[in-house]
């Protein structure tokens, strides 16, 4: 009887059956793995509102929420022809060192070609540090947006894309942007 069961192990061991169980206690691992990131970073994300709140007890995430989108349509905003309007309202919260730069980038590529962008949406947003810089404290977000856009030349329609954008957003405790680096992904 002992050998009979060492001989099914073996076989067991030997069959696709264990290989398929190898794969899913692979993936189940990975997956367990995740789950525990994302909760430190929710930890982590939820610990940084309360330090700001002890910052600055006027301090409103919902309100700094809208601003976190408002900038992220902007940032999608760099080649379309309705650029003068998302500045306008970039100029009233950007500090003018960022201006000066981003101004310039904005300009230059809204000639390049006409895009318009349509459904932005900020899928998920995370505080990724709270830290002094100088006499002002220091908001950094991470943001992942999805935005449609829809590309045109001599008002004829190119084409029209999904496309998701990760975002890293600065901003002052006064709520100042004061940077904006962005990565697409497909």
Same mark, same amino acid.
């Given at each position: 009887?002992?050998?009979?069961?060492?001989?099914?192990?073996?076989?067991?061991?030997?069959?696709?059956?264990?290989?398929?169980?190898?794969?899913?206690?692979?993936?189940?691992?990975?997956?367990?793995?995740?789950?525990?990131?994302?909760?430190?970073?929710?930890?982590?994300?939820?610990?940084?509102?309360?330090?700001?709140?002890?910052?600055?007890?006027?301090?409103?995430?919902?309100?700094?929420?809208?601003?976190?989108?408002?900038?992220?349509?902007?940032?999608?905003?760099?080649?379309?022809?309705?650029?003068?309007?998302?500045?306008?309202?970039?100029?009233?919260?950007?500090?003018?060192?960022?201006?000066?730069?981003?101004?310039?980038?904005?300009?230059?590529?809204?000639?390049?070609?006409? &895009?318009?962008?349509?459904?932005?949406?900020?899928?998920?947003?995370?505080?990724?540090?709270?830290?002094?810089?100088?006499?002002?404290?220091?908001?950094?977000?991470?943001?992942?947006? &999805?935005?449609?856009?829809?590309?045109?030349?001599?008002?004829?329609?190119?084409?029209?894309?999904?496309?998701?954008?990760?975002?890293?957003?600065?901003?002052?405790?006064?709520?100042?942007?004061?940077?904006?680096?962005?990565?697409?992904?497909?």
């Amino acid at each position: 009887v002992v050998m009979s069961i060492f001989t099914m192990i073996e076989r067991l061991k030997s069959s696709p059956l264990n290989e398929v169980t190898q794969v899913l206690g692979a993936y189940m691992k990975e997956q367990e793995l995740l789950e525990q990131q994302k909760a430190a970073q929710i930890e982590h994300h939820n610990a940084l509102i309360e330090k700001l709140k002890n910052i600055d007890a006027n301090f409103s995430y919902s309100a700094f929420q809208t601003l976190v989108k408002n900038t992220s349509r902007w940032a999608m905003e760099v080649k379309s022809t309705k650029h003068q309007d998302a500045m306008k309202k970039l100029r009233k919260v950007a500090s003018p060192s960022f201006l000066n730069d981003y101004v310039h980038d904005l300009v230059k590529l809204s000639q390049a070609s006409e &895009c318009a962008y349509r459904n932005v949406n900020v899928e998920e947003m995370y505080m990724k540090e709270v830290k002094q810089e100088q006499n002002y404290d220091v908001i950094i977000v991470e943001a992942m947006v &999805c935005y449609d856009y829809s590309t045109y030349q001599n008002q004829k329609l190119l084409r029209q894309k999904e496309m998701k954008s990760r975002l890293l957003l600065t901003y002052t405790k006064k709520h100042e942007v004061i940077g904006i680096n962005q990565t697409y992904e497909a």
